[in-house]
C-alpha cells in the first residue's frame, strides 16, 4: 500500500547546497540539487516548526528525467509522525505555503 506523496517545491530551512525538498511521502522525501554531485549521502534535514529528518540516500534512484533529483529515506519518520507540530507542517505544505 503507498503511502500518499506530498508535493513540497520549497527550499530546506538549512539548505547549504540549493537543496529544495521536492516531495515527502512520510518514509521518502525527494530533494532537488543544482548538481546530483551535491548530495550527500546522509543529512539532516530542517522542515520548519523545530523538525527535523534525518535522511539517508537511497540505493533506489529516482527516475523522473531531472538529474538534480535524489531519494532519500526518513529515518525518523515514525518520530515526525507523532510530533506535535506534524499536522502544522502538513497542512502548511498541503497549503503550498
Known sequence: RKLPRITINRPL????????????NYRYMTLRFRSPED???DMRA????????NLRKSRAEKTTGDSGNVLYVVENWRELMTA??????????????
Open 39 to 41: 548530495a550527500p549521502g
Open 13 to 24: 530551512e538549512n539548505a547549504k547546497n540549493g537543496e529544495i525538498a521536492a516531495d515527502f
Open 84 to 97: 506535535p507540530a506534524f499536522d502544522k507542517l502538513l497542512n502548511m505544505w498541503l497549503e503550498g505555503k
Open 46 to 53: 530542517e522542515l520548519g516548526f523545530g523538525l527535523t529528518a
